[in-house]
């Protein structure tokens, strides 16, 4: 499934998702790398294989095959800081703060891309995994880079419009085999 036939499995009452979804891919101001990073990082943190299957080759069309590799790697490794992070930040304690994480994380370092798209497509995995203090670390990191607010928004409403089609798409599936 491309992405015609993802926005035309849509039901008519999510006919804004459909709309929006062409107007991320199609209308976005975002360079193809950072485009096609962020809706393939996003697709794999919506955990839809529809949406998954749907995207991932135009995605691959779009993308170096080292912008290819680092977008699969922020979805996986924000997928694990997001709840290590997120889960620190909720806990009452905040001796928890001062812990050593001890967890990998050196492909932020060394993403095999350019930093700021690296911390984009975090930043948006971290949208859709709800973390705020990744949110907040990456968009620092971001803004102090120099990217505006502006791309900052394109890459969070990439996420909300893929996580929007994947919940929509999944729970259409389950109602359709109740």
Known sequence: ????????????????????LGSVTGNS??????????VLAT???????VVLRALEPEARENLSPEAYQ???AAAAIMAMNNVYYRTRHLLSDPEYGNLRAGLRMNVIGNPGVEKTDFELWSLAVSAINGCGTCLDSHEQVLRKAGVERETVQEAFKIAAVVQAVAATLDAEAVLAGA
Do not use: C, F, H, V
């Not at 926005?7 to 804004?16: F, G, H, N």
């Not at 101001?29 to 962020?38: A, N, S």
């Not at 697709?43 to 294989?49: F, H, P």
């Open 29 to 38: 101001e975002l360079p193809r790398q950072q485009l096609w990073g962020t």
């Open 43 to 49: 697709a794999i943190a919506s955990r839809s294989a």
């Open 1 to 20: 499934m491309a992405l015609d036939e993802l926005k035309s499995a849509l039901p008519d009452y999510a006919k804004d998702l459909k709309l929006n």
């Open 70 to 72: 680092a977008a699969k």
